[in-house]
């Protein structure tokens, strides 16, 4: 039985029954610049709440934003990516980004102290970010504990979640979690100013706003939504919010920050790479070499394969390997080696642009 909540995904996960269950809808007639990018075009990013709100002020040449955030508990890794890929490709077609680092909530939730988290958000996921596109314009990034040296918007900020607390219940805490502790309840509401906060009029606005996520995330965006109907001291557009799917782990299921066997980070070396997928990812070929020549492999079970439909532009070429897996042409191993090659090819030319983007850091803050 899948497990899904903000703090533990486990299991296979049902991403229909998820659809249902959320209330959400399937993320359907994009326009075409979206079916450009892998993401939208594989349907990795699959399903929506209240989006057609952004689509509709993109459409017309409005303001729009697109709030996200991160927990710096761990090494930034290929799962994590499909976040931030989304964030440069907003910012491109004219998003204006807020990005939120929950110090916060890692010591609500972890014990990690908010010097760690500094040094961790900056090392691993901001670094990052800019090596793979982010720009400085349009684009605000921020720390729970500390949310800007502007004294107005400081206090609207932690004013507005301190205010949220009278507008949600312990029932509603629990119907959203289920059993849940004071830390958490906490960074909850936080998390609720986090994503509401950029309509005051100390920073944007009323603005179609929205927030892309994974769905173990969503209890967070349905508490905020609920709170913002709630809320009379100022009227709040509703969140939007877009669903991806997760990329899994090597050995299958939901990738994870503390197991390193289940992910490459976007600093592992070559022969980290080689070795994580030849030792963990999971095969969907035959028990020998003459079964699977006779038999084939599944390549929809197969991580190898799995992992190329997130990073193999070419749908021409990926096409060909699921029909070569499928048919037996294709051995697991040469399939691993596909992904080794591409994933060595991508994460060295990353691995450069990293060592260009430390120096850019001061850009992204006051």
């Known amino acids: 039985m899948a497990v899904i909540t903000p703090w533990d995904v486990k299991g296979d996960i049902d991403y229909e029954k998820v659809i249902n269950e959320f209330g959400l809808k399937h993320l ?102 800019i090596a793979l596109g982010l720009e400085p314009k349009n684009c605000e990034i921020y720390f729970q504990s500390n949310r800007s040296s502007d004294p107005v918007k400081a206090n609207a900020y932690y004013r507005l979640q301190n205010v949220l607390a009278r507008h949600a219940t312990f029932n509603e805490f629990k119907a959203v979690y289920g059993e849940i502790s004071p830390g958490k309840m906490v960074s909850s509401l936080l998390q609720a100013a986090d994503m509401l906060h950029v309509q005051l009029p100390e920073f944007e606005g009323p603005v179609p706003t929205f927030v892309p996520v994974g769905v173990d995330q969503d209890p967070h965006l349905r508490l905020a939504r609920d709170i913002a109907k709630r809320y009379k001291e100022h009227r709040f557009m509703q969140l939007a919010s877009t669903y991806h799917l997760f990329v899994p782990g090597l050995g299958g299921g939901k990738m994870s920050s503390s197991d390193p066997s289940s992910f490459i980070s976007l600093t592992d070396t070559p022969k980290d790479i080689k070795k994580k997928i030849n030792k963990y990812a999971f095969s969907g070929g035959q028990a020998t070499i003459e079964e699977h020549r006779k038999l084939g492999g599944d390549p929809d079970i197969d991580t190898s394969y799995r992992w190329l439909t997130f990073f193999e532009e070419d749908d021409e070429k990926l096409a060909k390997v699921y029909k070569d897996y499928r048919s037996g042409k294709l051995l697991s191993g040469e399939l691993k080696a596909i992904l080794v090659e591409k994933m060595s090819a991508f994460l060295e030319n990353h691995q450069k642009k990293r060592e260009a983007a430390k120096k850019r850091i001061s850009e992204f803050f006051d």
């Open 28 to 129: 359907e007639k994009l326009p075409s610049e979206f079916m450009e990018h892998i993401l939208f075009r594989r349907k990795k990013v699959f399903a929506h709440r209240d989006f057609q709100s952004i689509l509709k002020a993109k459409s017309e040449g409005k303001k729009f934003v697109m709030m996200t955030g991160l927990m710096p508990t761990g090494m930034l890794h290929i799962g994590h990516m499909i976040l931030a890929q989304q964030m440069i490709f907003y910012q491109k077609l004219g998003a204006k980004l807020y990005i939120c680092v929950a110090d916060i909530e890692a010591w609500n939730a972890r014990g990690q102290s908010l010097e760690v988290s500094r040094e961790k958000a900056i090392e691993q996921y901001i670094t990052n970010y």
